[in-house]
Nanobody, 126 residues
Framework: QVQLVESGGGLVQAGGSLKLSCAAS????????MGWFRRAPGKQREFVAA???????YYADSVKGRVTISRDNAKHTMYLQMNSLKPADTAVYYC????????????????????WGPGTQVTVSS
């Protein structure tokens, strides 16, 4: 399994931007599908975005058009560029890694992922 650490969270005004990073340990990073989830206060964890072991990306409807997920396998790092942020985006953001297997991933489902980072707080003020 890989170990994950998020960074880049902070306080930003509505309409602003943030870029989150997820640094991964382990030599097999390039073969993992990766995802971002978030948990807002008083709410359940929800899917934000995912990227497979290539460059295919998936987004939740709530962030589509405002968020871009990407990965740099050479740096063992995944990114989440967030633009046009809204107060509703306030949450703890978690990155997650899904090891390779022969079936089909359910990218939006948390049980798909075996490794999770501790999270980074994103606060959007109005």
């Amino acid at each position: 399994q890989v170990q994950l650490v998020e960074s880049g969270g902070g306080l930003v005004q509505a309409g602003g931007s943030l870029k989150l990073s997820c640094a991964a340990s382990g030599r097999a990073f390039s073969s993992y599908a990766m995802g971002w989830f978030r948990r807002a206060p008083g709410k359940q964890r929800e899917f934000v975005a995912a990227i497979n072991d290539g460059s295919t990306t998936y987004y939740a409807d709530s962030v589509k058009g405002r968020v871009t997920i990407s990965r740099d396998n050479a740096k063992h790092t995944m990114y989440l560029q967030m633009n046009s942020l809204k107060p509703a985006d306030t949450a703890v953001y978690y990155c997650a890694a899904a090891p390779p297997f022969s079936g089909s991933y359910s990218y939006a489902q948390a049980p798909t992922y075996a490794s999770w980072g501790p999270g980074t707080q994103v606060t959007v003020s109005s």
